[in-house]
Structure formats: structure tokens, C-alpha cells
């Protein structure tokens, strides 16, 4: 990150300050969220996780508050992720950026409603050029860290965690789990967890899911065969639910396929399905122009699946599209 000499910087003790006066919920001996949050986001931006001044919130993120949550909270405070990135907002060194045409819905104690609140109304959070500047520098950043630790936890023992990364794990299941060992597991969250930790759960769970399907089909549309990458080397394709998880609770990698964005809105409209030989049907119940583009030339078209069997879309989810999603909007 380049700075302008001409431009005068914010010096590292301003935030050092800020840091160390953070305004926060006094029960309890002071809420630890927020800087629980700045320290994930010191690890995520050392990580590589972090490439700007925009804090977006991804798994990654949420699962590094709630590994540091274990790490330094030992209050009965509740571990909550949307309530410290909403309110971080209250400090100089954070701006949030509210989604086009949309308001972030407020309680009645101006605090936002919900994890999903959150995601649906911002983009991301955006801090000071030059905080970003120091926290890019290792020997900054550790000043920073060690401040947080200092002022807030600096009479906590640090619980140490398995050396199993979270996504790591929530990737193997996917990878490896049956859909019914698979659906249990989201049961179980559904029965154990708060709302608000269930559907942070479920984010995290989704985003592994969008990541993992493009990459075991090599970045690649599975009935176009099309590769798109942007500049910045982030794939183009999307990954697509068979049965939509909102229906079959399933994050599998048999319930996923790889596809280019229009012909994953063409699946999920009926306008094509897939038989149990791997082909694709193109309904007759609509109307195209004749074009290099359409998507008539792809009926009978065999997907192009990974090496693994393991891997391939399971019959059963196949069938229900067939059953369920083919034509029945048409």
C-alpha cells in the first residue's frame, strides 16, 4: 500500500488510543466484542484473508472471532459476531457501507436486528487507509494486537485450541459426509444453538460450500465447459444446490454443481434438469432465437464432471429436480 508523503498520516498512537478507549457495554466488567473482532481482523489480515481497507464479512472472518471468542473470553458474555461489526461503527476508525437502496433494520435500542440483517443491508466495513497501513506492517500490527490483549484481557490465561482449522473441517464434511449424517449435524445445530450463532453457523457452513464446489470442478461451468477467472484470480463459477438448502438442509458435495451464472438462474428457473446419465434436458416449453448463446445446442449434453465418482451430483437429488423444479414454472 502506497501513502503520498504530501498527505499526512494518522501516527500509530492514535490508534493505539482508539484501541484502548473503545466505547462498550460496561456489564459485566465491559463487553469483549469488539476487541475480540479487531483481533480476528489483525489475524485475518496477516492471514492474507484481507487484502484493503474493506472488512466484508466472510467465513473466514466469523470463524477467527469465534476461535478468539474461545481463545480470550472467559465471562458469561454471549459470543455474537453481528453486534460488535455493527457497533465498531461508533469509532473513528470504522465506516460501514450500506448496500445500495437498502437501511439497516434497527431495535428500538438503535442496535441491529440480526446476523441476517447484517448480511442483507451491508457490503462491508471499511477502515482507515493508514490503520490499514500499520496493521499491513508486522511489527505494527503486533503492537496493535498486543494493546488489545493488554487493555482488555491482560488477566486471562489463553485457552489453547485444537491445531484443526474450523473451515478445514466444515470442508471435509461436506466433501465426505452422507447427506443424512450431514443433515443431522445441521439438526443438531438447529437444537443446540441460539438463532443468532445458528445462522452464523449456516453462513459459514454456505460459504465453504461456494468455495469448495468451483474448486473440485476445476473452476469450470460443468455443462458449458466455460473457465472464468477475474483479473485478481477469483473464479467466476458459481456453485449451485440441486435441492436448495433451504429444502434438503444439504451442503454436500453430492447436492453440488459447478456452473456459469447464467445457466445456474436457467437450472434453478426448470428450463433444464439433468438425467441419471449425467445429460442435459432442455425443456421444449419455451421460446428461444436461434444463437451461438442458446441454450437449446446443450440438450443431451453430458456434464463434465471431476475424475473422483465420489464427487458426481447423487441420483436421488437429480430425480428431485427432475420431479420438483423441471417446468413446473414454465
Not at 261 to 280: A, C, E, Q
Not at 308 to 325: I, S, Y
Amino acid at each position: 500500500m502506497c501513502h503520498n508523503p504530501l498527505i499526512l498520516m494518522k501516527n500509530i498512537d492514535y490508534y493505539i488510543h482508539s484501541f484502548t478507549h473503545l466505547r462498550r457495554a460496561p456489564n459485566n466488567g465491559g463487553a469483549p466484542h469488539k476487541p475480540v473482532l479487531l483481533l480476528s481482523i489483525i489475524d485475518a489480515i496477516e492471514k492474507g484473508y484481507v487484502f484493503d481497507e474493506r472488512i466484508y464479512i466472510t467465513a473466514e472472518l466469523i470463524t477467527l472471532f469465534k476461535s478468539n471468542w474461545n481463545i480470550w473470553v472467559k465471562t458469561s458474555h454471549i459470543m455474537n459476531f453481528t453486534l460488535p461489526f455493527y457497533h465498531l461503527s461508533n469509532e473513528p476508525f470504522w465506516k460501514l457501507i450500506v448496500k445500495s437502496g437498502m437501511n439497516i433494520p434497527l431495535t428500538n435500542r438503535n442496535s441491529i436486528r440480526s446476523f441476517q440483517a447484517l448480511i442483507q443491508s451491508i457490503e462491508y466495513a471499511e477502515i482507515d487507509k493508514d490503520l490499514f497501513f500499520y496493521l499491513n506492517r508486522s511489527i505494527d500490527r503486533e503492537i496493535l494486537r498486543k494493546t488489545l490483549i493488554d487493555k482488555y484481557f491482560s488477566n486471562i490465561e489463553p485457552s489453547r485450541l485444537s491445531n484443526t482449522d474450523y473451515l478445514d473441517l466444515i470442508a471435509e464434511q461436506i466433501l465426505r459426509e452422507s447427506a443424512v449424517q450431514y443433515k443431522k449435524k445441521i439438526k443438531q445445530l438447529k437444537e443446540t444453538e441460539d438463532d443468532e450463532s445458528f445462522e452464523e453457523e449456516i453462513y459459514i457452513r454456505s460459504n465453504v460450500f461456494k468455495q469448495k464446489i468451483p474448486q473440485i470442478y476445476d473452476y469450470t461451468c460443468c455443462i458449458t465447459g466455460l473457465r472464468v477467472s477475474s483479473a485478481c484470480g477469483h473464479s467466476l463459477i458459481d456453485a449451485c444446490h440441486i435441492i436448495p438448502f433451504s429444502v434438503g438442509h444439504d451442503d454436500t458435495i453430492g447436492n453440488g454443481i459447478a456452473l456459469c451464472p447464467n445457466f445456474h438462474r436457467v437450472f434453478d428457473s426448470g428450463l433444464i434438469t439433468i438425467d441419471s446419465n449425467y445429460k442435459v434436458i432442455v425443456s421444449k416449453k419455451f421460446i428461444e432465437n436461434n444463437s451461438q448463446y442458446s441454450i437449446g445446442q446443450f440438450n443431451n449434453k453430458e456434464l463434465i464432471l471431476p475424475q473422483n465418482n465420489l464427487f458426481h451430483p447423487r441420483k436421488e437429488v437429480l430425480q428431485w429436480h427432475q420431479e420438483n423444479v423441471f417446468e413446473k414454472n414454465l
